[in-house]
Structure formats: C-alpha cells, structure tokens
Nanobody
C-alpha cells in the first residue's frame, strides 16, 4: 500500500517536496514512479527511480526541475519539485513497478491515493 502526501497550494516559482510511504515488504524490490493527472487530461508519467536509487528517469516536461529520490530504509520515495509553474497543477500519484524504465500506467501495479498540487500564477 502506498500513501502520498505533501501537496498543497503554492505560487509560481516555488518549490514543494512530495513523499510517498510504502507499507509491506516489496518496496526495496520495486521500481518507483510518480505520475500526475490534471483535470480532463490523461495520467502523465513524471519520474522513475530504480531499486537502489542510483538511476532515475524523467518525463520531458519536468526534466531539470524535478528530482526523484528514495530512502529504502524508510520505505519512502520523494519528489522534489522546483520552479513550479501553473501547468504543474495536478493530482500527483506514486506507484510501484517491476519494470525498470516503465513510463506507462499499465506497467505500474500498485498506486497511492494521490496528493493535490496547485500552482497559482
């Protein structure tokens, strides 16, 4: 089970850090990812991280602004979001996958409940 939190209302240019805590024994053996979904849009891949945390990959729209990391000892994955823009407004979801490099919803088998991020201009 995954639980994401840390969302909120911020202004353009601000930073925010999301956290996702996993329960159970599979966290350290799962590729972890973040997705987001804005109203009326499809769920979009944001970032992924491998089992050890040594390798990461990002969606084009967030490269250079967002950073994914993980703390296996805490069963937690983070998403540091810098230089936020109104177009980053969405519900952000964390998810777990068995597949390194996965970027599509169907390859992630476990999902958190989402946390709302709203960026005002």
């Amino acid at each position: 089970q995954l639980q994401a939190f840390g969302g909120g209302l911020v202004q353009a240019g601000d930073s925010l850090r999301l956290s996702c805590v996993a329960s159970g024994r599979t966290f350290s053996t799962s590729v972890m990812g973040w997705f987001r979904q804005a109203p009326g849009k499809e769920r979009e891949f944001v970032a992924g991280i491998n089992l050890s945390g040594g390798s990461t990959y990002y969606g084009d729209s967030v490269k250079g602004r967002f950073t994914i990391s993980r703390a296996n000892g805490k069963n937690t994955v983070y998403l540091q979001m810098n230089s936020l823009q109104p177009e980053d407004t969405a519900v952000y979801y964390c998810a777990a996958s068995r597949f390194w490099g996965a970027t599509t919803v169907d390859l992630f088998n476990d999902w958190g409940q989402g946390t709302q991020v709203t960026v005002s201009s």
